[in-house]
């Protein structure tokens, strides 16, 4: 009796140790980086109407931002960072819930997965919406897994999925299909419900966030290559710099190798042969694939952020599975193969998070918060790389040529690189004696006689981003 205790005490144990570690590389080492202050001033600064109709610039669903705008109303009494910290980490803290306390997968491959480095870093410990993904997934495969759930429930999950990331939609589609092929023989009207939610998420999703236009769809890609180019990188991005992750050089970066084909080939065929015996959960993973590599094709290539959603979708398919581990030694080997690749990375990840600063954003921030008056202005050359700084000050600095205060920015914006005439006629408008500048890289001298070097952050970080603050004498 008291080793089944035991048995009932220690996931929620676990569960418990998974948040606070968390929360502590959240509150006390991790930076935030523009993408996360991103999401928050839109959350902050629009409407709800208004964030639905921006949705397009971002790329993103709402649900996120949404989310986030609740926690914006506890901004004049507590710090942002905090806010962000916390409200992410309650994302994290239910879908871990899901993992440790509901899913019935043996302990130790729920460790692994936990400490994977999609699941703990790049989705657990930076602040985005991806967890949302993870969250509803998980929720859903428990669902499944239970004799009878609520249609409705099931629903409304597959709706909240597709207003996660599009990655999240592509999880909503392979559900709803792995639920059509589970309850083949029953009639359409009793799988209604779920048909519903789906569609009606889809329906949204596609409403604000797909691009209207070929030019944006253009902007939006990323890299441009050739048709071969594409479907090989989009191939390995979505296999062996995911399931094998450090195997090879980053495939955004590089491109795609003969190495990394090969070590993809070989992760297709890991899948299939873990699968094997459930063709139904063969044709899922198949058709997520298939939505996954396709959209890397023809719309947005992605980087690890976007491809590792396949490692949740695993996740996914595996508590499905109820692999018997003892039996299975090949097909456990090779998930675990996959799961020590994944823990490797993340190990390191976390080191470098401990032992660099993410980037420069928060010391430059921080020193504009204390040493630049409030009426004196800040313009940011660059705003796209100045967000996060607008964020550890504490304040909203001024674009040019519009003249105009600024958070947030606007993906396909191009950069405006002012004149000094500019600059200067900027602070005269402002009516103030002096204007400060701040610059992702040195300005030219030769361009800004007059600017003067006041203090440089540049000191080694992990994104080697570096921020230059400026004055000028107006007059």
């Known amino acids: 009796m008291k080793h089944t205790s035991l048995d009932k005490i220690i996931p929620y144990l676990l569960w418990l140790c998974f948040i606070c570690l968390l929360a502590y590389l959240k509150f006390i ?14 959350a902050k600064d629009k409407n709800l109407i ?40 309650i994302t994290v803290g239910l879908g871990l819930y899901f993992l440790f306390v509901k899913f019935r997968m043996p302990l130790f491959l729920k460790v692994l997965f936990a400490l994977s480095y999609f699941v703990f870093f ?63 023989k029953l009639p359409l009207t009793s799988k209604i419900k779920e048909i519903t939610g789906l569609i009606l998420g889809l329906g949204i999703f596609f409403i604000s966030v797909f691009p209207r236009s070929a030019g944006h769809v253009a902007k939006t890609r990323g890299k441009e290559l050739d048709f071969f180019d ?19 050089n980053d495939t955004f970066t590089y491109g795609w190798t003969n190495i990394g084909v090969l070590l993809s080939v070989f992760c297709l065929f890991c899948l299939w042969y873990i699968f094997r015996k459930h063709p139904k959960i063969i044709a899922t993973y198949a058709l997520f694939l298939l939505m996954m590599i396709s959209f890397s094709v023809l719309f947005f290539l992605g980087g690890i952020r976007q491809w590792g959603i396949g490692f949740v979708f695993l996740i996914a398919a595996i508590e499905w599975l109820q692999l018997d581990f003892l039996k299975e030694k090949v097909s456990t080997s090779m998930l675990t193969l996959f799961c020590i690749f994944n823990l490797v990375h993340g190990f390191r990840a976390c080191g ?38 607008v964020g550890y000050a504490g304040r909203n600095f001024f674009e040019l040529p519009q003249g105009v205060e600024f958070s947030y920015f606007r993906w396909v914006d191009k950069i405006y690189l002012p004149t000094e005439s ?49 004055s000028l004498a107006v007059k």
């Open 29 to 42: 080492h991790h930076e935030l980086w523009k993408d996360e202050w991103q999401a928050w001033f839109v």
């Open 50 to 89: 208004d964030i639905f109709s921006f949705l397009y610039y971002e790329g993103h669903p709402a649900l996120w931002y949404v989310y986030l705008k609740i926690f914006t109303v506890f901004t004049p009494w507590i710090e942002p960072v905090i806010l962000i910290n916390t409200a992410h980490l």
């Open 122 to 184: 790049e989705y657990g410990l930076i602040n985005r919406g991806y967890f949302l993904v993870i969250l509803f997934t998980f929720w859903a495969v428990w669902l499944l897994s239970q004799q009878k759930y609520s249609r409705w429930h099931m629903g409304t999950i597959l709706f909240l999925l597709c207003q996660t990331e599009v990655y999240g939609a592509f999880i909503a589609i392979s559900l709803g299909f792995f639920i059509w092929l589970k309850y083949d």
């Open 230 to 248: 594409s479907v090989l990188t989009a191939f390995q991005g979505n296999l062996s710099n995911t399931y094998l992750i450090g195997s090879t």
């Open 352 to 389: 470098e998070e401990i032992k660099l600063p993410f980037t420069n954003a928060e010391k430059a921030g921080l020193f504009i918060k204390s040493k630049v008056p409030q009426k004196v202005p800040v313009v940011a050359i660059n705003k796209f790389e100045a967000t996060p700084v």
């Open 422 to 470: 500019e600059l200067k006629l900027f602070g005269k408008f402002k009516n103030v004696g002096g204007i400060v500048i701040l610059s992702p890289k040195p300005l030219d001298v030769q361009r800004y006689p007059a600017v003067q070097l006041w203090q440089k952050f540049d000191t080694l970080n992990y994104k080697k981003e570096n921020y230059y603050l400026y």
